[in-house]
């Protein structure tokens, strides 16, 4: 019974079932999902549904409008946040996304008020990086390269803000330090490319030859003080099906950043493919501490409390997963099992 | 060749604005109808056979008609009949008469790019040739012919190269045509695995030919003009040989930052594109990353393959349009001065069109309205793609943007008449006034098909103006002199160039669209750094200006 109900379970974190019953929630769960993996255009489709659905739900509109704005449809997000802000009224997230969209639509006086007012509390860490862009363009060199050289400090690995940076201490005669920003560009530029490289050897050796000698090339990617690449490292690894490989990378990933939401998650994943449940359990507790509304870790700790036979810790974990993503006919099979089961008792 | 995966942006609402310029493909009925050979017509197994070759407009016979030259490619097989470079006479009837042999052209190889331009000051335009192994100087006679002098010249090069982009520019401003060359990777049949035999060379999960991506870059060369008929290879001491290699493609000549003296810009595929700015004492700084022309706004390098230059927002500075892969944008980079350029591709309205392989391009007023539109031809490299994936075609259209003179741009898909929308695997591009009607033709080269003639037929009341340039104390073909126009409010900076679009050469005689206007102020930057200015030159004229003796002949011509 419990292997029935794992099978069941293992899938759910990737399967969206199409429900008959079509509700707000539903919608705005799948549209989550589908965002977090960069499907924006099918995430856009669901969360127009759940604004057809319920019109008054500014949540809808808005994660709508962030979808329609990662689509370049600027003018439908544009009236998709200015929704929300006559449902729901004025936040930082608003102010921080009009202002990116006058950034784009050339209104620079426009965008600087917008992000200014958030810069010093921001929503996101890119807004000094926005609000950098808008002073130059605005002709402001000298305050757009202050805001750049927050974005620099704040996002130091980031290629782009050093490429802005760069071309405003150009504009602004500073050779010196113009010379010295495209420098760390090109080499944050080159790392870049090759880490880019590296994932798609690692990515067609894992395909295409024997996992020995795929080791081999992807062993590239394992360096020891990176969590970012380590955790992609593993997922390559998890992606075909070589779990054990993909252990020692996500161990040493989140000794490195014990606030990273992806090493702590597949590593969870990583434990429960490999049926060492009791060892699944911790990194998915983390990664459900980190991100409590990310459905696919919810799930999967419900399950592996399932699995552990630790019903009554399950059971609130599956149930909270069924929120999440009401629409998931498995879960709640397994749910119900697991209720009937509580009132047996 | 890589793509970038840039999603194309909703269009928007069109102006609904008429658009006054009409092409029909009239390349047979002008007598254009030998294909262009270049490789196998049904796939491309090596990337020598898919890169294509240029296109020039000339007037090699000095009749005020503009002749057309078309380069060709060949197969590795072996010779193709009829495979070769061509030369056509313009019979001012809108027809035209194949004299290549005559003209001592008959040449089969793989020629990549053509720069035209008077090397020897002596009245009459020479070719050179870029090409695979190795790179052509034709000497104009002055009669009708051409001798091959590349090996006299000291032009020959030690060992095989490919050479691309290549353009006449005098960068040392001592009256004489210099020569600049990039060159694209290392190649051998022999070395480079063919499509399907490196499971690495992929697209879209389509075996596909390998490069340039995983093959070796190379530098670019500079040869200065002896003016003995010879050159001298400077490449290492002008400094443009002490950049890192890079996939160079199309080469332009232009002063782009107004200071009397020519840049050269260099559109390099999948590394960053090069800038050498032109220190005025012999020698070249590569400033591509500090000015914003290397790479895209995200600092991204991008897949260069044509650039054209004109002045798009009519401020009196030149712009450039940069072409690039499929799945990825073209680049308009905007003048700002001091040899700083703004990346304005998305915000101008052009990150709508994203489908196509672009090659080559330019910044041209079709419709005479006084606002140079954008123009650019498109064709795959992976013709093996389209069976799997319809949606990236071997042959695709040719791709038009209208200036709607507030910086934003808007593509006309059917507006500008059935030859636009027309499927053609093509590559270089030449604008030029072949039938002098007072408005711009294009010559386009087509894989393995013959050439595509466009002819603009120009409707509505824009009026126009030519300005032919002759150097005396400058180069003779006046190449590196910037003429700016100033009309109704308008600016417009326009460069004499030898090479751009892709591995092309144009009309040197500089069309002028003027909208409303009947009259235009003009001012002459000369390449030898002295300046000119001329009033109230009328409309619809092409006039000729001889450095330092002013206007020596005005036509009237079109309608």
Request: aromatic letters at 10%; one cysteine or more; proline letters at 5%.
């Given at each position: 019974?419990?292997?029935?109900?794992?099978?069941?379970?293992?899938?759910?974190?990737?399967?969206?079932?199409?429900?008959?019953?079509?509700?707000?929630?539903?919608?705005?769960?799948?549209?989550?999902?589908?965002?977090?993996?960069?499907?924006?255009?099918?995430?856009?489709?669901?969360?127009?549904?759940?604004?057809?659905?319920?019109?008054?739900?500014?949540?809808?509109?808005?994660?709508?409008?962030?979808?329609?704005?990662?689509?370049?449809?600027?003018?439908?997000?544009?009236?998709?946040?200015?929704?929300?802000?006559?449902?729901?009224?004025?936040?930082?997230?608003?102010?921080?996304?009009?202002?990116?969209?006058?950034?784009?639509?050339?209104?620079?006086?426009?965008?600087?008020?917008?992000?200014?007012?958030?810069?010093?509390?921001?929503?996101?860490?890119?807004?000094?990086?926005?609000?950098?862009?808008?002073?130059?363009?605005?002709?402001?060199?000298?305050?757009?390269?202050?805001?750049?050289?927050?974005?620099?400090?704040?996002?130091?690995?980031?290629?782009?803000?050093?490429?802005?940076?760069?071309?405003?201490?150009?504009?602004?005669?500073?050779?010196?330090?113009?010379?010295?920003?495209?420098?760390?560009?090109?080499?944050?530029?080159?790392?870049?490319?090759?880490?880019?490289?590296?994932?798609?050897?690692?990515?067609?050796?894992?395909?295409?030859?024997?996992?020995?000698?795929?080791?081999?090339?992807?062993?590239?990617?394992?360096?020891?003080?990176?969590?970012?690449?380590?955790?992609?490292?593993?997922?390559?690894?998890?992606?075909?099906?070589?779990?054990?490989?993909?252990?020692?990378?996500?161990?040493?990933?989140?000794?490195?950043?014990?606030?990273?939401?992806?090493?702590?998650?597949?590593?969870?994943?990583?434990?429960?493919?490999?049926?060492?449940?009791?060892?699944?359990?911790?990194?998915?507790?983390?990664?459900?501490?980190?991100?409590?509304?990310?459905?696919?870790?919810?799930?999967?700790?419900?399950?592996?409390?399932?699995?552990?036979?630790?019903?009554?810790?399950?059971?609130?974990?599956?149930?909270?997963?069924?929120?999440?993503?009401?629409?998931?006919?498995?879960?709640?099979?397994?749910?119900?099992?697991?209720?009937?089961?509580?009132?047996?008792? | 060749?890589?793509?970038?995966?840039?999603?194309?942006?909703?269009?928007?609402?069109?102006?609904?604005?008429?658009?006054?310029?009409?092409?029909?493909?009239?390349?047979?009925?002008?007598?254009?109808?030998?294909?262009?050979?270049?490789?196998?017509?049904?796939?491309?197994?090596?990337?020598?056979?898919?890169?294509?070759?240029?296109?020039?407009?000339?007037?090699?016979?000095?009749?005020?008609?503009?002749?057309?030259?078309?380069?060709?490619?060949?197969?590795?097989?072996?010779?193709?009949?009829?495979?070769?470079?061509?030369?056509?006479?313009?019979?001012?009837?809108?027809?035209?008469?194949?004299?290549?042999?005559?003209?001592?052209?008959?040449?089969?190889?793989?020629?990549?790019?053509?720069?035209?331009?008077?090397?020897?000051?002596?009245?009459?335009?020479?070719?050179?040739?870029?090409?695979?192994?190795?790179?052509?100087?034709?000497?104009?006679?002055?009669?009708?012919?051409?001798?091959?002098?590349?090996?006299?010249?000291?032009?020959?090069?030690?060992?095989?190269?490919?050479?691309?982009?290549?353009?006449?520019?005098?960068?040392?401003?001592?009256?004489?045509?210099?020569?600049?060359?990039?060159?694209?990777?290392?190649?051998?049949?022999?070395?480079?695995?063919?499509?399907?035999?490196?499971?690495?060379?992929?697209?879209?999960?389509?075996?596909?030919?390998?490069?340039?991506?995983?093959?070796?870059?190379?530098?670019?060369?500079?040869?200065?003009?002896?003016?003995?008929?010879?050159?001298?290879?400077?490449?290492?001491?002008?400094?443009?040989?002490?950049?890192?290699?890079?996939?160079?493609?199309?080469?332009?000549?232009?002063?782009?930052?107004?200071?009397?003296?020519?840049?050269?810009?260099?559109?390099?595929?999948?590394?960053?594109?090069?800038?050498?700015?032109?220190?005025?004492?012999?020698?070249?700084?590569?400033?591509?990353?500090?000015?914003?022309?290397?790479?895209?706004?995200?600092?991204?390098?991008?897949?260069?393959?044509?650039?054209?230059?004109?002045?798009?927002?009519?401020?009196?500075?030149?712009?450039?349009?940069?072409?690039?892969?499929?799945?990825?944008?073209?680049?308009?980079?905007?003048?700002?001065?001091?040899?700083?350029?703004?990346?304005?591709?998305?915000?101008?309205?052009?990150?709508?069109?994203?489908?196509?392989?672009?090659?080559?391009?330019?910044?041209?007023?079709?419709?005479?309205?006084?606002?140079?539109?954008?123009?650019?031809?498109?064709?795959?490299?992976?013709?093996?793609?389209?069976?799997?994936?319809?949606?990236?075609?071997?042959?695709?259209?040719?791709?038009?943007?209208?200036?709607?003179?507030?910086?934003?741009?808007?593509?006309?898909?059917?507006?500008?008449?059935?030859?636009?929308?027309?499927?053609?695997?093509?590559?270089?591009?030449?604008?030029?006034?072949?039938?002098?009607?007072?408005?711009?033709?294009?010559?386009?080269?087509?894989?393995?098909?013959?050439?595509?003639?466009?002819?603009?037929?120009?409707?509505?009341?824009?009026?126009?103006l030519k300005v032919k340039l002759v150097g005396t104390r400058s180069n003779q073909s006046a190449i590196g002199a910037v003429v700016t126009l100033s009309y109704?409010?308008?600016?417009?900076?326009?460069?004499?160039?030898?090479?751009?679009?892709?591995?092309?050469?144009?009309?040197?005689?500089?069309?002028?669209?003027?909208?409303?206007?009947?009259?235009?102020?003009?001012?002459?930057?000369?390449?030898?750094?002295?300046?000119?200015?001329?009033?109230?030159?009328?409309?619809?004229?092409?006039?000729?200006?001889?450095?330092?003796?002013?206007?020596?002949?005005?036509?009237?011509?079109?309608?």
């Amino acid at each position: 019974m419990r292997a029935l109900v794992l099978f069941l379970l293992i899938g759910l974190g990737t399967s969206f079932s199409q429900s008959g019953q079509a509700s707000v929630e539903a919608h705005v769960g799948r549209g989550t999902r589908l965002m977090q993996d960069n499907l924006f255009e099918a995430a856009a489709a669901e969360f127009e549904q759940a604004v057809a659905a319920n019109p008054q739900d500014p949540r809808a509109h808005f994660q709508f409008a962030v979808c329609l704005l990662a689509l370049g449809r600027n003018d439908e997000a544009r009236r998709q946040f200015e929704q929300v802000q006559k449902l729901a009224g004025d936040s930082r997230y608003l102010e921080y996304y009009l202002g990116r969209l006058d950034l784009l639509s050339n209104d620079y006086g426009a965008a600087i008020r917008r992000l200014g007012s958030v810069a010093e509390n921001p929503p996101f860490p890119d807004t000094a990086f926005h609000l950098g862009v808008a002073y130059v363009s605005a002709g402001d060199v000298i305050t757009g390269i202050k805001w750049l050289e927050r974005a620099a400090k704040l996002s130091p690995n980031d290629y782009r803000i050093h490429y802005r940076l760069g071309r405003a201490y150009s504009s602004a005669g500073r050779d010196q330090e113009a010379a010295r920003e495209l420098d760390l560009y090109t080499r944050l530029r080159d790392e870049h490319k090759n880490n880019e490289k590296d994932v798609r050897d690692c990515a067609g050796a894992l395909q295409n030859q024997p996992l020995p000698a795929a080791r081999e090339v992807c062993h590239r990617m394992f360096d020891p003080n990176d969590p970012e690449k380590l955790t992609l490292l593993a997922q390559l690894y998890g992606d075909s099906g070589a779990f054990d490989d993909a252990l020692d990378p996500l161990k040493r990933a989140v000794q490195l950043d014990p606030k990273s939401f992806d090493a702590w998650h597949n590593l969870g994943v990583t434990y429960f493919r490999l049926q060492q449940y009791a060892k699944a359990r911790e990194p998915l507790e983390r990664a459900v501490a980190l991100r409590p509304e990310f459905y696919g870790s919810v799930v999967l700790l419900g399950a592996t409390l399932y699995m552990l036979g630790d019903d009554d810790a399950a059971l609130p974990v599956l149930e909270k997963a069924h929120r999440l993503n009401p629409s998931d006919a498995q879960t709640a099979q397994v749910l119900e099992q697991l209720r009937a089961k509580q009132q047996k008792k | 060749m890589a793509s970038r995966g840039v999603k194309p942006q909703p269009r928007g609402k069109l102006s609904g604005l008429p658009f006054h310029a009409h092409f029909t493909d009239v390349a047979a009925h002008a007598g254009l109808r030998a294909p262009v050979i270049y490789g196998p017509p049904d796939r491309m197994d090596y990337i020598l056979e898919s890169m294509g070759c240029g296109v020039a407009f000339l007037d090699y016979d000095n009749d005020g008609w503009l002749d057309i030259f078309l380069l060709s490619g060949t197969r590795r097989e072996g010779p193709v009949e009829g495979a070769t470079n061509r030369l056509y006479k313009n019979n001012r009837d809108g027809t035209f008469t194949d004299v290549t042999e005559k003209a001592g052209l008959t040449r089969q190889g793989w020629a990549c790019g053509v720069t035209i331009g008077d090397y020897n000051n002596d009245g009459f335009d020479d070719i050179f040739i870029s090409g695979w192994p190795q790179n052509t100087l034709y000497r104009n006679n002055g009669d009708g012919t051409f001798t091959d002098v590349t090996e006299k010249a000291g032009l020959l090069h030690a060992g095989n190269r490919w050479g691309t982009g290549c353009t006449w520019v005098d960068y040392d401003r001592d009256g004489r045509l210099d020569l600049f060359v990039s060159n694209y990777l290392v190649f051998d049949f022999d070395k480079i695995p063919p499509t399907g035999k490196d499971p690495r060379c992929d697209y879209k999960g389509v075996p596909v030919n390998c490069g340039p991506r995983g093959l070796i870059p190379e530098r670019p060369m500079l040869y200065h003009n002896n003016g003995d008929g010879t050159f001298t290879d400077v490449t290492a001491h002008s400094g443009v040989g002490s950049v890192p290699p890079g996939f160079g493609l199309t080469a332009v000549a232009a002063d782009l930052d107004g200071d009397g003296w020519q840049e050269i810009y260099v559109a390099c595929d999948s590394t960053p594109s090069l800038l050498f700015h032109n220190r005025g004492d012999g020698t070249f700084a590569e400033l591509g990353l500090q000015s914003g022309l290397a790479v895209n706004e995200d600092g991204s390098e991008q897949a260069g393959m044509g650039i054209a230059i004109g002045d798009f927002d009519l401020d009196g500075r030149l712009d450039a349009l940069k072409t690039h892969f499929a799945e990825d944008t073209v680049a308009l980079y905007r003048n700002t001065g001091h040899l700083g350029f703004d990346d304005v591709t998305m915000r101008s309205g052009l990150g709508v069109e994203t489908r196509y392989v672009s090659w080559g391009d330019g910044i041209v007023d079709l419709d005479n309205d006084g606002l140079p539109d954008l123009f650019w031809v498109t064709g795959s490299v992976f013709p093996e793609v389209e069976r799997k994936h319809p949606e990236f075609p071997h042959k695709s259209p040719r791709v038009l943007f209208r200036n709607l003179g507030n910086g934003r741009f808007e593509e006309l898909l059917e507006e500008a008449g059935a030859a636009i929308a027309e499927p053609h695997a093509s590559r270089g591009v030449a604008f030029g006034d072949f039938d002098n009607d007072g408005d711009l033709d294009i010559l386009i080269m087509n894989m393995n098909e013959p050439p595509s003639l466009l002819r603009n037929d120009v409707s509505g009341s824009g009026h126009w103006l030519k300005v032919k340039l002759v150097g005396t104390r400058s180069n003779q073909s006046a190449i590196g002199a910037v003429v700016t126009l100033s009309y109704s409010g308008h600016k417009q900076a326009q460069a004499v160039m030898a090479a751009s679009s892709y591995l092309s050469s144009g009309d040197r005689r500089l069309h002028f669209g003027l909208g409303a206007a009947e009259a235009a102020d003009l001012e002459i930057a000369w390449p030898n750094g002295t300046r000119e200015t001329f009033k109230g030159a009328p409309s619809n004229h092409l006039i000729t200006i001889k450095e330092g003796s002013g206007i020596v002949a005005r036509e009237r011509f079109g309608s």
